[in-house]
């Protein structure tokens, strides 16, 4: 998980860090060593509290899509949406 915090963390300005989902339940044995792989892997991020849950993440990116005004994330090797069929 921090890898992959890693790999889309933004080299410059103030990257964001919000973790999401179920699985954080789990409680200290996933959150312990995932926290300090975070201190590490993007150690220039800083974390904060999720703004939604995934739902919520999810119906964002499709309104985004939807009115073509997605922009999250910049840089087109982050996310790849395929065209729509017939595009």
């Known amino acids: 998980m921090a890898e992959s915090a890693a ?4 080299l410059f ?4 860090v919000a973790l999401t989902g179920g699985l ?4 200290d044995p996933l959150l312990l060593p995932l926290e300090q792989e975070l201190a590490v892997r993007p150690p ?3 974390r904060v509290a999720a703004e939604g849950d995934p739902l919520h993440g999810s119906v964002r990116i499709a309104t985004d899509l939807a009115r073509g005004t997605f922009a ?3 840089d087109e090797k982050l996310l790849y949406a395929p065209p729509a069929q017939g595009d």
Request: aromatic letters at 6%.
């Open 24 to 27: 954080f339940k789990v409680g």
């Open 44 to 46: 220039h991020a800083r």
């Open 13 to 16: 300005g103030e990257p964001l």
């Open 72 to 74: 999250l994330p910049g």
């Open 7 to 10: 790999a889309v963390c933004p």
